[in-house]
Nanobody, 122 residues
Framework: EVQLVESGGGLVQAGGSLNLSCAAS????????IGWFRQAPGKEREGISC????????YYADSLKGRFTVSSDNAKKMVYLQMHSLKPEDTAVYYC???????????????WGKGTLVTVSS
């Protein structure tokens, strides 16, 4: 059974940092792409960053470059999202998702976690 479990969400003040983790199981991690997406209240889900576990390619949404960093530990089947200089508009439910081609858009991902809530207070 494929499972993606996010953790690390919570409440943080504006300007602060938060690290999210995604634990993957039930599929061949090394050939997958794991992506981070988020959905703010009243908005569509959007891609933040994706990482190919086979060759290390990364994608970042232009608006988030420099503040967010994606990384992985293939041995542990974990993907991380480091978030810095957080803003109230970063408040959203953050999801990790998996695909078996390098892609970073909602309709292209095949498996999804249930999400973790990040709230940034002003």
């Amino acid at each position: 059974e494929v499972q993606l479990v996010e953790s690390g969400g919570g409440l943080v003040q504006a300007g602060g940092s938060l690290n999210l983790s995604c634990a993957a199981s039930g599929f061949t991690f090394d050939v997958s792409t794991i992506g981070w997406f988020r959905q703010a209240p009243g908005k569509e889900r959007e891609g933040i960053s994706c990482l190919s576990n086979s060759d290390g390619r990364t994608y970042y949404a232009d608006s988030l470059k420099g503040r967010f960093t994606v990384s992985s530990d293939n041995a542990k089947k974990m993907v991380y999202l480091q978030m810095h200089s957080l803003k109230p508009e970063d408040t959203a439910v953050y999801y990790c998702a998996a695909a078996f081609r390098f892609r970073c858009y909602v309709s292209g991902m095949e498996y999804w976690g249930k999400g973790t809530l990040v709230t940034v207070s002003s």
